[in-house]
């Protein structure tokens, strides 16, 4: 369909499926929250673990970024496979084998076994973050996406700030191994209600360009015509938008393995407290995400403004406010270190739910799923980097200091790369035949 019908009679033929789009945004975002407290109960458990395998700082980085290690390389074929074979099919295998890996990790009997659960982990939620950005393509219209987009985004910060202290209480009661077979419970039931409840839009409609409009799989001005990677990997959006991605996640992911454990080790905090302190700024985050990345985002685009300006803005904005981390290799007492993180984490959260919007603006044709796969698989080189620099860095110099400012370096590449690159906000031409 090109446009020929109203968009009145678009909405009108379709009374049911307009109104499911914000059921789904809340599926995808339960199955975030279950999603990363499967990646931080590892963060949590690193004293445990430490008395179970006898892990050594360095050691603990190299654990923390197996799970990323899989993660990353599946990125590309995620993304790939989603745009040929559909959400539905994907993501249900893959929710499988993620609970698989949680009961794998609770019953492992030494550290290799461990190690075999993580990167089986990594494997089966590769997939997560490029469907929700393809599914949040394909139910909602452009105006709508920052919010729907925000929803589920906020869900992993809320989940770091509500699953901290959960499982931390259950390691302390029970041990470790329930707080990783309760990931494990959590998975199931997230596998059993995205099998009952989740359905792609009808195919035939097109993607809602107004607010009263349905939704639909292919967004209009989009051929729906398969792109190849090769094409995508010329395109220098693309890679301004990996790079991007990849500095954010490489403080997002040095915070979530190892904030607990910088309040242990530098400011003197027990195991209870460490853990309690961690929820504030996930917390602090959340609130940011939903209301600047997801609602302020749509209502200024609502109101008229700009929207390529206003999603530059937010995005360039956030990892400003990102490099505050360099103010916690400052701190010497508790709360300005928390204070520091705190605005970090805000900014840095604020423009992710942006950020996981550009894949469906500017991808070309049919390929939303593979240009966040190579976002996202930059964003995992990252992951893999920090936790792993980070335990050398602590282990060499006993202070975290440095580790913040290789962020902070990073987090200015990231911003350059936004700049120079990725640019305008708008798709990129189609390629001709035979390219």
């Given at each position: 369909m090109t446009g020929e019908h109203s968009l009145t009679s678009q909405a009108a033929a379709h009374p049911v499926t307009s109104h499911k789009r914000w059921p789904i945004a809340?599926?995808?975002?339960?199955?975030?929250?279950?999603?990363?407290?499967?990646?931080?109960?590892?963060?949590?458990?690193?004293?445990?673990?430490?008395?179970?395998?006898?892990?050594?700082?360095?050691?603990f980085g190299y654990l923390s970024s197996?799970?990323?290690?899989?993660?990353?390389?599946?990125?590309?074929?995620?993304?790939?496979?989603?745009?040929?074979?559909?959400?539905?099919?994907?993501?249900?295998?893959?929710?499988l084998l993620w609970s698989v890996a949680c009961f794998g990790a609770a019953l492992a009997p030494g550290?290799?076994?461990?190690?075999?659960?993580?990167?089986?982990?990594?494997?089966?939620?590769?997939?997560?973050?490029?469907?929700?950005?393809?599914?949040?393509?394909?139910?909602?219209?452009?105006?709508?996406?920052?919010?729907?987009?925000?929803?589920?985004?906020?869900?992993?910060?809320?989940?770091?700030?509500?699953?901290?202290?959960?499982?931390?209480?259950?390691?302390?009661?029970?041990?470790?191994r329930w707080s990783f077979a309760a990931t494990g419970f959590a998975s199931?039931?997230?596998?059993?209600?995205?099998?009952?409840?989740?359905?792609?839009?009808?195919?035939?409609?097109?993607?809602?360009?107004?607010?009263?409009?349905?939704?639909?799989?292919?967004?209009?001005?989009?051929?729906?015509?398969?792109?190849?990677?090769?094409?995508?990997?010329?395109?220098?959006?693309?890679?301004?938008?990996?790079?991007?991605?990849?500095?954010?996640?490489?403080?997002?992911?040095?915070?979530l393995n190892w904030l607990p454990s910088y309040l242990s080790l530098s400011?003197?905090?027990?195991?209870?407290?460490?853990?309690?302190?961690?929820?504030?700024?996930w917390l602090l985050a959340g609130l940011s995400d939903l209301l600047i990345g997801g609602?302020?985002?749509?209502?200024?685009?609502?109101?008229?403004?700009?929207?390529?300006?206003?999603?530059?803005?937010?995005?360039?904005?956030?990892?400003?406010?990102g490099l505050a981390i360099l103010g916690t290799a400052r701190a010497t007492s508790l709360w300005p270190a928390l204070i520091c993180v705190s605005i970090a984490l805000s900014g840095l959260?604020?423009?992710?739910?942006?950020a996981w919007t550009v894949p469906s603006l500017i991808s070309p044709g049919d390929a939303v799923g593979a240009v966040s796969g190579?976002?996202?698989?930059?964003?995992?080189?990252a992951a893999i980097s920090a936790p792993i620099v980070t335990g050398y860095l602590v282990s060499a110099t006993h202070s975290f200091k440095p580790a913040f400012a290789v962020a902070t370096a990073v987090l200015l590449l990231g911003i350059a790369g936004y700049a120079t690159l990725l640019g305008r906000i708008e798709t990129i031409p189609e390629p001709q035949a035979g390219s």
């Open positions: 809340f599926l995808l975002a339960f199955g975030v929250l279950v999603n990363f407290f499967d990646r931080i109960n590892l963060s949590v458990s690193r004293e445990a673990l430490n008395l179970s395998f006898g892990l050594s700082l360095v050691g197996a799970y990323s290690w899989t993660y990353a390389l599946m990125q590309m074929p995620s993304g790939v496979l989603l745009d040929r074979v559909g959400i539905r099919r994907v993501e249900r295998i893959s929710i550290i290799s076994w461990f190690v075999a659960a993580r990167l089986l982990l990594g494997v089966s939620e590769a997939p997560t973050f490029p469907a929700n950005a393809k599914a949040i393509g394909a139910w909602f219209a452009h105006k709508e996406r920052s919010l729907a987009m925000a929803i589920t985004d906020s869900a992993a910060k809320f989940s770091t700030a509500v699953g901290v202290p959960i499982l931390g209480l259950l390691l302390l009661r029970f041990g470790w199931v039931f997230y596998f059993i209600l995205f099998y009952g409840t989740y359905r792609d839009p009808p195919a035939a409609e097109p993607a809602p360009q107004d607010l009263s409009a349905g939704p639909g799989i292919s967004p209009i001005g989009k051929s729906g015509r398969k792109v190849s990677l090769a094409y995508l990997l010329r395109q220098p959006k693309v890679y301004g938008l990996a790079l991007g991605w990849g500095a954010y996640n490489y403080t997002f992911y040095l915070l400011l003197h905090a027990d195991l209870f407290h460490s853990v309690l302190y961690t929820s504030a700024p609602l302020l985002v749509d209502a200024l685009i609502l109101r008229g403004w700009n929207a390529n300006r206003v999603r530059q803005s937010v995005m360039m904005g956030g990892m400003a406010m959260a604020a423009m992710a739910p942006v190579i976002a996202n698989f930059s964003g995992q080189l």
